[in-house]
């Protein structure tokens, strides 16, 4: 079992930037591949980025790839998300979830949620 929980959303002006951060808890955390995912009002949930159990391995949709960036310290059970340059169009919930799955897109290969944090951009 992990628990999951997001901060360090907020509103920004364009252009800007933010960094999330998720803390885990549960004993297996540092085994699990970590992602983020975000959504939007009206919109489905969709993948922003993914990092594997070591960190070794990252994977970023085209729309933030450039921009934002993840990474994760096991030794404080944590995943940041990075986030630069931001966009009106960032604006959103972001999620951070784990996965036995490997570092994947898919929404169904994550078996953990957080409750999601605020991210608002202003132009």
């Known amino acids: 079992q992990v628990q999951l929980v997001e901060s360090g959303g907020g509103l920004v002006q364009a252009g800007g930037s933010l960094r999330l951060s998720c803390a885990a808890s549960g004993r297996t955390y540092s085994i699990y591949d970590m992602g983020w995912f975000r959504q939007a009002p009206g919109k489905e949930r969709e993948f922003v980025a993914a990092i594997s159990w070591s960190g070794g391995s990252t994977y970023y949709a085209d729309s933030v790839k450039g921009r934002f960036t993840i990474s994760r310290e096991n030794s404080k059970n944590t995943v940041y998300l990075q986030m630069n340059t931001l966009k009106d169009e960032d604006t959103a919930v972001y999620y951070c979830?784990?996965?036995?799955?490997?570092?994947?897109?898919?929404?169904?290969?994550?078996?953990?949620w957080g409750q999601g944090t605020q991210v608002t951009v202003s132009s």
């Open positions: 979830a784990a996965s036995r799955s490997g570092v994947t897109i898919s929404i169904r290969a994550y078996d953990y």
